[in-house]
């Protein structure tokens, strides 16, 4: 019966030295694993720097720095994936010794107790059969531990991406156009960016009438892509209030505030489809005779004529098959579908020509409708029909009104025509 209890005593043994084993290799592998996943989002990042930019690379010759960076980064992920790959390999042999060990004491013991006739020979086979289900049972946990810990890692930082909660809380007001002559009022708004020294924009004032067009001129860096992104919401300003149709803008809803208030980047973004599936992103109900009427005052139907399949002409990645001005016009087309009370245009006609630059402000000057329409721009003569032209310098508003008297007060916009204008006054 002594020896009885010591084979039991065996199988005791055993699982908590698994156990110990199973729980070192987790403590050692989890943040090796962590490890790993830095280093494969540093040759993820490498690799779309590299997709993104490789006309820029081929511009400067760089392809061979490039390659030499990205081997680095795969020599250093492959260098911590065979660290952690060698400490994951050690449960398999780990757990197969333990078992055998404990076999061989089984053996041992059992095989005097056959000798003194207390235990018969079947029953030690049975023991034997039972530690090898085990080991069976333990290879599989073993491997299945190994996928926990990969995945304990992949969910932390899955984790940490899900647990940021939006700072930006919005009403419940609907946007109503009706409620104010004025389109927008920025009251001594100021703003600072997260983690910034220093102020983006200071102290801006301005009204904006209901079927205004405002133009916002200035140096790189002089806050204009700031200013026109705290109209959406896309900021908040860290001083002063804005206000859309009389309200402030924090009153309103997120999905009645971004259908009203439209922004045409500069960089345009089109997506793989179709030429009518990516004019749909602004209105999904809208018939062909709306998608036309849009593309018509972007100056894009011409682009779309001259399609064989018309707006039903694929559209590849990114929209590499057309050309800058032309994903242009068709970004402005697709905000236009989406008849938004105000239109933001950051800039989005910089890879127009002159005429047809001209022919669009001439549009969309003539579409029906009170929009009020803000125009960001380099060039001096997109804006200078602008019912309100305002002219930042180092994020504040150094001049306010229409282009004849800014000519005559303020002089920086009168150095910004110059530097554009003057030159080909004296070649002329």
């Avoid at 007001?173 to 104010?180: F, G, H, I, L």
């Avoid at 009438?209 to 959406?232: A, E, H, R, Y």
């Avoid at 894009?300 to 242009?328: C, H, M, T, Y």
Wanted: one cysteine or more; glycine letters at 8%; proline letters at 2%.
């Amino acid at each position: 019966m002594l020896l009885t209890g010591k084979i039991a005593l065996t199988f005791v043994a055993a699982i908590p030295i698994l156990f110990f084993v199973i729980l070192g290799i987790m403590l050692k592998t989890i943040p090796r694993y962590k490890n790993v996943q830095s280093r494969l989002d540093k040759i993820t990042g490498i690799t779309r720097e590299n997709l993104t930019g490789v006309r820029v690379v081929r511009a400067f010759g760089r392809e061979t720095d490039e390659t030499a960076r990205f081997e680095k980064a795969d020599a250093d992920l492959a260098t911590s994936q065979l660290r952690v790959g060698k400490i994951s390999a050690l449960m398999n042999p780990l757990t197969y010794v333990i078992i055998n060990l404990a076999i061989i004491a089984i053996l041992q013991v059992g095989s005097f107790q056959i000798n003194v006739g207390t235990l018969a020979m079947g029953d030690i086979v049975a023991l034997v059969n039972y530690m090898n289900q085990i080991l069976l049972e333990i290879v599989k946990f073993a491997n299945l531990i190994i996928q926990i810990t990969k995945a304990i890692a992949c969910s932390e930082r899955i984790n940490a991406v899900l647990a940021m909660q939006p700072q930006m809380k919005f009403g419940n007001k609907e946007v109503d156009a009706s409620s104010s002559e004025n389109a927008v009022e920025f009251s001594h708004v100021s703003l600072t960016y997260a983690s910034s020294g220093e102020e983006s924009l200071l102290d801006f004032s301005f009204t904006a009438k209901k079927g205004q067009t405002i133009g916002i001129i200035g140096g790189t860096g002089s806050g204009k892509t700031s200013l026109v992104s705290l109209l959406p919401r896309y900021y908040d300003s860290t001083a002063g209030s804005v206000k859309i149709f009389g309200h402030d803008i924090r009153e309103y809803d997120k999905d009645s505030l971004r259908s009203n208030v439209s922004t045409v980047m500069q960089k345009a973004q089109l997506f793989s489809g179709t030429i009518r599936s990516n004019l749909k992103w602004g209105n999904e109900d809208a018939d062909d005779a709306t998608l036309w009427k849009a593309l018509d005052a972007a100056q894009a139907s011409e682009i779309v004529r001259g399609k064989p399949k018309g707006l039903d002409e694929p559209v590849e990645q990114g929209g590499r098959n057309f050309s800058g001005g032309q994903k242009q016009r068709l970004s402005i087309a697709r905000s236009l579908v989406a008849n938004p009370k105000i239109l933001i245009l950051d800039d989005s006609a910089s890879a127009l020509d002159y005429a047809t630059d001209a022919a669009l402000r001439k549009a969309l000057a003539a579409l029906p409708g009170d929009m009020t329409t803000f125009i960001v721009s380099q060039r001096a003569n997109s804006i200078s029909h602008a019912d309100q032209i305002l002219v930042l310098d180092e994020g504040k508003l150094v001049g306010i009104g229409k282009h004849e008297d800014l000519l005559k007060t303020c002089p920086i916009y009168l150095d910004i025509y110059n530097s554009q204008f003057q030159k080909k006054e004296e070649m002329a």
